[in-house]
């Protein structure tokens, strides 16, 4: 019972490399979401998609692009990454209700 | 002024005590509401969800929902220590199958 998986858990970039995180769910779920979390600011919506096929941007997309591979995976990728996408990421999927993965923890320097 | 606030704490309370986390709303229109209980660095669990005025009632969890006030909270009776995370009020807005957050209410509960 796997439910929501991402990887990696810790990255580390440099300013302006490129990176893809992954999120894989095994729920047969519809909607896919990934969100990041940074102090005091709470869990923002980064981009989600409500079925295989279809995203939507959430409330911070810039610098993030995704693809809904197929109704498992929702990837989300950083082109050029920046200082400020420092934070930890998370991937969820539901039905009603939220699964989150576990988390990856971003560090850009 | 933001669509789901809390306040961020810390709440403390003793070994025992009752809990009470509180949320409120800015959409009138919401539909569903959740609390998400997160400790320090791990993902955030649904402990929670109620979506009819009243009061629901889960072992020592009790969540709390006012439609009219926009208002939902989260009692927690006999608190344990290791009930001392963060507590996230997420409400689902009409018309659409989003969360959005508030920003957390961190609970201590000291022995």
């Known amino acids: 019972n796997a439910g929501v998986t991402q990887t990696p858990k810790f990255q580390v970039l440099k300013t302006g490399q490129s990176m893809t995180l992954q999120c894989a769910q095994d729920?047969?779920?519809?909607?896919m979401y990934w969100y990041r979390q940074d102090p005091g600011m709470g869990l923002r919506l980064i981009y989600y998609?409500?079925?295989?096929?279809?995203?939507d941007k959430g409330e911070v997309p810039n610098g993030y692009n995704v693809s809904r591979l197929n109704k498992r995976e929702f990837s989300l990728r950083l082109e050029s990454a920046a200082p400020s996408q420092t934070s930890v990421y998370f991937c969820?999927?539901?039905?009603?209700?939220?699964?989150f993965g576990s988390g990856t923890r971003l560090t850009v320097v | 002024q933001k669509e789901v606030e809390q306040n961020s704490g810390p709440l403390s309370v003793p070994e025992g005590a009752i809990a009470s986390l509180n949320c409120t709303y800015s959409d009138r229109g919401s539909q569903s509401f959740f609390w998400y209980r997160q400790y320090s660095g791990k993902s955030p669990e649904l402990i929670m969800f109620i979506y009819s005025n009243g009061d629901k009632e889960d072992g020592r969890f009790t969540a709390q929902l006012n439609k009219a006030s926009q208002y939902v909270s989260l009692l927690i009776r006999d608190s344990q220590p290791s009930d001392s995370a963060t507590y996230l009020c997420?409400?689902?807005?009409?018309?659409?199958?989003?969360?959005?957050f508030g920003t957390g209410t961190r609970l201590q509960v000291f022995p």
């Open positions: 729920m047969n779920h519809n909607s």
């Open positions: 997420a409400v689902n807005p009409r018309n659409t199958d989003k969360l959005i």
């Open positions: 969820a999927s539901s039905e009603w209700g939220y699964t």
């Open positions: 998609s409500a079925s295989e096929g279809t995203t």
